[in-house]
Protein backbone atom coordinates (compact mmCIF):
# COMPACT_ATOMS: atom_id res chain seq x y z
CA UNK A 1 0.00 0.00 0.00
CA UNK A 2 0.96 3.63 -0.05
CA UNK A 3 3.97 4.51 2.40
CA UNK A 4 1.30 6.52 4.82
CA UNK A 5 -1.16 3.89 4.93
CA UNK A 6 -0.61 3.50 8.15
CA UNK A 7 -2.07 6.46 9.24
CA UNK A 8 -5.01 5.13 7.54
CA UNK A 9 -7.74 4.53 9.97
CA UNK A 10 -7.75 0.64 8.71
CA UNK A 11 -4.13 -0.23 9.21
CA UNK A 12 -2.45 -3.46 11.08
CA UNK A 13 -0.16 -1.96 14.22
CA UNK A 14 3.46 -2.05 12.56
CA UNK A 15 6.15 -4.92 13.54
CA UNK A 16 3.03 -6.74 15.05
CA UNK A 17 1.05 -7.90 11.61
CA UNK A 18 2.80 -11.76 11.50
CA UNK A 19 1.42 -11.88 15.28
CA UNK A 20 -1.92 -11.93 14.80
CA UNK A 21 -3.82 -14.88 14.14
CA UNK A 22 -6.02 -15.04 10.94
CA UNK A 23 -8.93 -14.25 12.80
CA UNK A 24 -7.28 -10.93 14.26
CA UNK A 25 -6.03 -9.95 11.50
CA UNK A 26 -9.31 -10.15 9.03
CA UNK A 27 -11.20 -8.49 12.62
CA UNK A 28 -8.54 -5.66 12.26
CA UNK A 29 -9.23 -4.96 9.09
CA UNK A 30 -12.76 -5.42 8.87
CA UNK A 31 -12.79 -7.54 6.22
CA UNK A 32 -13.41 -11.48 6.45
CA UNK A 33 -12.67 -14.48 3.81
CA UNK A 34 -15.51 -13.92 1.22
CA UNK A 35 -13.62 -10.44 1.13
CA UNK A 36 -15.29 -7.05 0.90
CA UNK A 37 -18.30 -5.43 -0.15
CA UNK A 38 -17.80 -3.27 -3.27
CA UNK A 39 -19.47 -0.35 -1.66
CA UNK A 40 -17.07 -0.72 1.15
CA UNK A 41 -13.79 -1.12 -0.65
CA UNK A 42 -15.42 2.37 -2.65
CA UNK A 43 -15.32 4.19 0.74
CA UNK A 44 -11.87 2.50 1.50
CA UNK A 45 -10.28 3.40 -1.78
CA UNK A 46 -11.27 7.14 -0.95
CA UNK A 47 -10.05 6.99 2.14
CA UNK A 48 -6.50 5.50 1.72
CA UNK A 49 -6.27 6.38 -1.86
CA UNK A 50 -4.35 4.29 -4.99
CA UNK A 51 -2.24 1.28 -4.11
CA UNK A 52 0.43 3.07 -6.07
CA UNK A 53 4.24 4.03 -4.94
CA UNK A 54 4.67 7.31 -5.36
CA UNK A 55 7.16 8.34 -8.21
CA UNK A 56 10.39 9.55 -7.52
CA UNK A 57 10.49 12.70 -9.73
CA UNK A 58 14.47 13.29 -10.08
CA UNK A 59 14.71 16.62 -11.36
CA UNK A 60 17.35 17.16 -14.31
CA UNK A 61 20.06 19.05 -12.46
CA UNK A 62 20.30 16.37 -9.75
CA UNK A 63 21.15 13.83 -13.01
CA UNK A 64 23.68 17.07 -13.89
CA UNK A 65 25.22 17.04 -10.50
CA UNK A 66 25.52 13.12 -10.24
CA UNK A 67 27.75 12.80 -13.09
CA UNK A 68 30.30 14.82 -11.06
CA UNK A 69 29.96 12.38 -7.91
CA UNK A 70 33.07 10.08 -8.49
CA UNK A 71 36.25 9.47 -7.61
CA UNK A 72 37.69 9.66 -11.22
CA UNK A 73 36.15 12.81 -11.99
CA UNK A 74 37.89 14.28 -9.21
CA UNK A 75 41.23 12.79 -9.67
CA UNK A 76 40.56 14.62 -13.64
CA UNK A 77 39.68 17.54 -12.29
CA UNK A 78 42.92 17.63 -9.65
CA UNK A 79 44.85 16.61 -12.71
CA UNK A 80 43.83 19.41 -14.48
CA UNK A 81 44.42 21.87 -11.93
CA UNK A 82 47.91 20.40 -11.51
CA UNK A 83 48.44 21.02 -14.96
CA UNK A 84 47.18 24.54 -14.93
CA UNK A 85 49.42 25.19 -12.14
CA UNK A 86 52.28 23.77 -13.83
CA UNK A 87 51.27 25.48 -16.70
CA UNK A 88 50.72 23.00 -18.92
CA UNK A 89 47.62 24.80 -20.32
CA UNK A 90 46.84 22.51 -22.98
CA UNK A 91 47.09 19.25 -21.02
CA UNK A 92 44.27 21.00 -18.63
CA UNK A 93 42.26 21.85 -21.51
CA UNK A 94 42.32 18.23 -22.89
CA UNK A 95 41.54 17.09 -19.48
CA UNK A 96 38.61 19.46 -18.95
CA UNK A 97 37.20 18.78 -22.55
CA UNK A 98 37.33 15.26 -21.70
CA UNK A 99 35.66 15.42 -18.35
CA UNK A 100 32.85 17.94 -19.71
CA UNK A 101 32.22 15.60 -22.74
CA UNK A 102 32.15 12.49 -20.09
CA UNK A 103 29.24 14.73 -18.00
CA UNK A 104 27.42 15.56 -21.07
CA UNK A 105 27.18 11.89 -22.18
CA UNK A 106 26.34 10.57 -18.81
CA UNK A 107 23.41 13.00 -18.21
CA UNK A 108 21.97 12.35 -21.29
CA UNK A 109 21.93 8.56 -20.97
CA UNK A 110 21.19 9.15 -17.57
CA UNK A 111 18.11 11.91 -18.30
CA UNK A 112 16.54 9.96 -21.14
CA UNK A 113 16.35 6.46 -19.28
CA UNK A 114 14.91 7.69 -16.43
CA UNK A 115 12.26 9.94 -18.91
CA UNK A 116 12.07 6.19 -20.57
CA UNK A 117 11.44 4.33 -17.68
CA UNK A 118 8.39 7.00 -16.02
CA UNK A 119 6.72 6.22 -19.84
CA UNK A 120 6.75 2.83 -19.77
CA UNK A 121 5.58 2.65 -15.77
CA UNK A 122 2.71 4.46 -17.45
CA UNK A 123 2.33 2.13 -19.59
CA UNK A 124 2.58 -1.11 -17.75
CA UNK A 125 -0.77 -1.60 -15.38
CA UNK A 126 -0.55 -4.67 -13.12
CA UNK A 127 -4.19 -6.50 -12.55
CA UNK A 128 -4.62 -9.48 -9.65
CA UNK A 129 -7.26 -11.55 -8.61
CA UNK A 130 -9.03 -9.97 -5.79
CA UNK A 131 -12.02 -11.64 -4.02
CA UNK A 132 -14.86 -9.25 -3.02
CA UNK A 133 -18.52 -9.93 -2.13
CA UNK A 134 -17.43 -13.39 -2.37
CA UNK A 135 -17.04 -13.47 -6.45
CA UNK A 136 -13.24 -13.13 -7.61
CA UNK A 137 -12.58 -10.63 -10.06
CA UNK A 138 -9.77 -9.44 -11.93
CA UNK A 139 -8.63 -5.63 -10.90
CA UNK A 140 -5.90 -2.92 -11.10
CA UNK A 141 -3.42 -3.45 -8.43
CA UNK A 142 -4.21 0.69 -8.04
CA UNK A 143 -7.75 -0.39 -6.77
CA UNK A 144 -6.82 -2.53 -4.04
CA UNK A 145 -7.24 -1.68 -0.28
CA UNK A 146 -6.52 -2.90 3.00
CA UNK A 147 -8.90 -6.00 3.92
CA UNK A 148 -9.23 -6.84 0.38
CA UNK A 149 -8.65 -10.83 -0.04
CA UNK A 150 -6.14 -11.37 -3.04
CA UNK A 151 -6.40 -15.09 -5.12
CA UNK A 152 -2.44 -15.86 -5.88
CA UNK A 153 -1.57 -18.55 -8.45
CA UNK A 154 1.53 -19.40 -9.90
CA UNK A 155 3.38 -16.95 -11.38
CA UNK A 156 1.42 -13.82 -9.97
CA UNK A 157 3.14 -10.79 -8.45
CA UNK A 158 2.14 -10.05 -5.11
CA UNK A 159 0.84 -6.35 -5.77
CA UNK A 160 0.90 -4.90 -1.84
CA UNK A 161 1.09 -5.99 1.84
CA UNK A 162 -0.30 -9.05 2.04
CA UNK A 163 -1.18 -11.84 5.25
CA UNK A 164 -1.49 -15.09 4.15
CA UNK A 165 -4.55 -17.05 5.60
CA UNK A 166 -3.65 -20.09 3.36
CA UNK A 167 -1.23 -21.34 1.36
CA UNK A 168 0.19 -24.40 -0.23
CA UNK A 169 3.45 -24.57 -1.85
CA UNK A 170 4.47 -20.91 -1.49
CA UNK A 171 8.00 -19.40 -3.10
CA UNK A 172 8.92 -16.44 -3.61
CA UNK A 173 11.47 -14.97 -6.13
CA UNK A 174 12.77 -11.78 -4.26
CA UNK A 175 15.74 -10.80 -6.95
CA UNK A 176 13.85 -7.90 -8.28
CA UNK A 177 14.00 -6.54 -4.49
CA UNK A 178 17.50 -7.44 -3.31
CA UNK A 179 19.13 -7.74 -7.31
CA UNK A 180 20.45 -11.26 -6.37
CA UNK A 181 20.44 -13.72 -9.50
CA UNK A 182 19.50 -17.04 -7.48
Request: net charge negative; hydrophobic share 45%; charged share 20%.
Amino acid sequence: MRPDASSSPIALPFGRAASLTQEETLATLASSPKGLENAEAKQRHAAVGPNLLRPQLTPWWRHLVRQFASPFIYLLIGAAALSLFLDAKTDAAFILVFVLLNTVIGFLQEYRSDRSLRSLQRLVVRHTHVRRGGTTTFLPTSELVPGDILVLEAGDTIAADVRFLGETSVECDESVLTGESV
